[in-house]
């Protein structure tokens, strides 16, 4: 038991001398890289329609059928000119249901908003 303590020691002096969190996130990220799926799906805009102040639907229509869990979300890239720092990735919840062939996607839009609302409201 003693022996197991020491290892279990020295290995937290290790990791807390040596391994900074930064390093430790870019672990982590290609960790979730190798798991997660490598689905890219293009999808294109039908319809942006308002639905409330400052708030819009967008319906997309997807270039091959799409599973999918209600709730889920995906991560959604937009290219576009004058990115902020933050890129042109964000994550989105579905709002449509598994049985429907378009996908939904409720955006609220606030003023000063992302460079990447603001292309994707245009």
């Known amino acids: 038991m003693a022996r197991w303590l020491g290892f279990y020691f020295l290995f937290q002096f290790i990791l807390v001398r ?14 979730a890289y190798a798991v997660s799926p490598k689905k890219k799906l293009i999808l294109e805009l039908k319809e942006k329609i ?15 059928k799409f599973k999918f869990t209600p709730g889920q979300y995906m991560e959604w890239t937009l ?10 990735r964000r994550y989105f919840t579905i709002a449509s249901s598994p049985t429907e062939d378009n996908i939904r996607m409720g955006v609220k839009f606030y003023p000063n908003s992302s460079s990447y609302k603001q292309s994707m409201l245009s």
């Open 18 to 31: 040596f391994i900074s969190p930064g390093v430790s996130s870019f672990g982590g990220n290609i960790f």
């Open 50 to 64: 308002p639905i409330a102040f400052e708030v819009y639907d967008f319906l997309f229509k997807p270039d091959q």
């Open 79 to 88: 290219g576009h000119n004058g990115q902020d720092a933050r890129g042109q």
